[in-house]
């Protein structure tokens, strides 16, 4: 697929302009001509933000007339074997055609439903694909200013010791956090974690398996962090966190699947049809 973007993009910025109206010329290089229809066309095959669609216009052009003056070298060399880069050509057309094919036709027949059953059958038929290399946790993180208020009785219920506790450390989230994070249900890398939370001086191993609780004041915020479960690492990885990449590994071998079946059901027809003559 890379090999048809930049061929593609290539075939884009060597196009000349068509005898229909396409706008004004935008450059010329020796009996190329580039259209403000080009630019256009490029322009919306592509994303980029749009204050900074004058540089791009600009890359474009720019790179349009390189190409231009490269391309017009290429071709009055002799020594260039243009029945070489024709042949290329048609074979990199041949190729795009076919993959564009497989991609309204997979587009068509893909089942995009993915069981719960199906999920649970990979992961246990994949083991050693997740292995954990970092530990996961299930962690209650907050991160408050210095002048909030209560700030006392949210150390009193991080800990969560009784079921309240969360409910009110939730809605004073809501109110003074600036930053929050809950989630008991799934599971989050704790390096993740470290990138919000500036713990220093820990031992990783120790401070997840003691379940750790603690909080402190650093640069004008109070941080709580209660780790409430964990995962070691170079153990396997759940199956609620390996779900939605359990889920994409299906689908992709579905689609390799489905192609490989496409193209040889094609090819089957085709002879069957009585439509090849092999001389």
């Given at each position: 697929m890379q090999k048809f973007l930049f061929l593609l993009g290539l075939l884009t910025l060597v196009s000349c302009g068509s005898e229909e109206d396409k706008g004004r010329v935008l450059a010329e290089v020796y009996e190329e001509q580039l259209f403000e229809a080009d630019l256009?066309?490029?322009?919306?095959s592509i994303e980029y933000e749009k204050q900074d669609s004058a540089v791009v216009a600009s890359a474009y052009v720019n790179e349009w007339v390189e190409t231009q003056i490269l391309v017009h070298h290429a071709k009055a060399n002799?020594?260039?074997?243009?029945?070489?880069i024709d042949q290329k050509v048609r074979e990199f057309e041949n190729?795009?055609?076919i993959y564009e094919l497989e991609q309204v036709l997979v587009n068509e027949k893909l089942d995009t439903v993915v069981s719960d059953e199906e999920i649970k059958a990979y992961?246990?038929?994949?083991?050693?694909?997740f292995q954990l290399n970092d530990y996961l946790v299930k962690v209650l993180y907050?991160?408050?200013?210095?002048?909030?208020?209560?700030?006392?009785?949210v150390g009193a219920k991080y800990r969560l010791n009784r079921p309240t506790d969360i409910e009110d450390i939730e809605a004073f989230a809501k109110i003074y956090a600036t930053n929050y994070y809950y989630d008991p249900d799934n599971w989050i890398y704790f390096d993740d974690l470290l990138k919000e939370i500036p713990l220093q001086d820990i031992k990783k191993d120790q401070f997840?398996?003691?379940k750790s609780k603690?909080?402190?004041?650093?640069n004008g915020y109070h941080y709580f962090l209660n780790v409430i479960d964990y995962k070691l690492k170079n153990t396997i990885s759940p199956l609620g966190f390996e779900k939605k990449n359990i889920k994409e590994r299906i689908l992709n071998r579905r689609i390799k699947e489905l192609r490989t079946t496409i193209k040889n059901d094609l090819i089957k027809e085709g002879y069957e049809s009585n439509s090849v003559t092999i001389k």
């Open positions: 256009k066309s490029y322009l919306n002799e020594n260039v074997d243009q029945n070489h190729d795009l055609y992961y246990e038929s994949h083991q050693e694909d907050i991160k408050i200013p210095v002048d909030a208020p209560n700030i006392d009785e997840i398996m003691k603690v909080r402190f004041e650093e």
